[in-house]
């Protein structure tokens, strides 16, 4: 383990006037950089998810399309039971096949029951075993306090999920696909001739470009919302708004919240070289450790006074070693917290194997002399 020191170069201002007053009965407000929750609510309280439950509902969706059991041109069967969903719809009709790429929009933009149950039916035979494909999913994702009992977000009982677990479904989907992300930022598609609107009414402020609304009586106004701003991307859940109008209030507030009390620092720069490794039979036999991309943080001022950091790497590695091949990783700290998610240091070049008589001889020369073989770097 090494201490590695952290040079600053630049002076902080940070708005401390700031406070937060979410009118909502849970939130949870996360930078995805880091893993880093900067204000939450009730977050593990459980709550109908409402119509936020489609994002497991596409999650399943988009897996199937990646690893190649559906086309985004494949049609599927819109059945009675479908059409006849009640709620928000899609406007499917009965006997018709649907493209995967519209049902993806009349999902993420319209929030179709309908096509929701059509996703369904298809990928878990019915509704009874793509719900216990939901839930599957999300004792995967750890997501503890959720229990599926449909694929829509009907208010059915036992139907429950928190802001945390929502949390973790909405940057599994970002994350895990990127490619499929810019959908939930569509302002409206058009099917059957009608013209559809996405019931996301951030979109295009603060830096918001998705995901997903939802509304039952039980609870109110739902939403899990990301934006983006100076290189970082941010999460909000926020469960249980009185109207349409206050839930877009109150997610403003905790995107501003983040904008103004958080300053955005960069910690680490990619250019850097912050260890060095032993290479055992590489053609060179040192190589140097930095990381990917360029690190940046939201830190309060108390916090970036506080900043340190450790690194954990192999010593001595074998050969071969490839730039970009990960050979450590380095914890930050800030207040005595350890930020939840780790940074890899990869080698900064290759090291390939050296020639076969090389190879031998080296391999005797580190079995006669294992304390001095490394002592002169090349």
Known sequence: ????????????????????????????????????????????????????????????????????????????????????RGGSKMFLDPGSKIRVV??????????????????????????????????????EFEMTRTNFVNPTGWDNKGHVSSANDLAILGERIIKDFPEYYKVFGLKSFKHNGIRQYNKNTLLGKLGVDGLKTGHVKSIGYN???????????YLVVLLGAKNKHR??????????????????VKILSAAETIAQTQVYLGSSRFIELGIEHDLYMNLTQKEYDTLSSSIEYFPIVNAPVHAGQVLGKIKIKYEGLTIPKYINLVAKTTSPVLPITQKIQEMIKYKFNKHT?????Q
């Not at 893993?35 to 939450?40: D, F, I, R, Y």
């Not at 878990?124 to 999913?137: A, H, I, Y």
């Not at 073989?373 to 770097?377: A, G, I, K």
Request: net charge positive; glycine share 4%.
């Open 223 to 233: 939403i899990v919302s990301s934006a983006k701003q100076n290189q970082l991307r």
């Open 247 to 264: 839930r877009e209030t109150e997610v403003k507030k905790l995107y501003q919240y983040a904008y103004n009390k958080y300053k955005n």
């Open 373 to 377: 073989y490394f002592s002169n770097l």
């Open 1 to 84: 383990m090494k201490k590695l020191l952290l040079i600053f170069v630049f002076l902080l201002t940070f708005d401390n006037a700031y406070a937060l007053n979410i009118k909502a009965k849970a939130y949870v407000l996360k930078d995805l950089n880091t893993g880093k929750v900067l204000a939450s609510k009730n977050a593990d309280v459980y709550l109908p998810p409402a119509s936020t439950t489609k994002l497991m509902t596409l999650y399943l969706l988009f897996e199937k399309v990646n690893n190649g059991e559906l086309k985004l041109t494949d049609r599927l069967p819109v059945s009675k039971r479908a059409w006849k």
């Open 102 to 139: 519209d049902l993806i929009k009349g999902i993420s933009v319209s929030s179709g029951n309908d096509a929701s149950t059509v996703v369904a039916e298809y990928i878990g035979g019915s509704e009874k075993e793509f719900v216990k494909l939901m839930n599957r999913k999300a004792r």
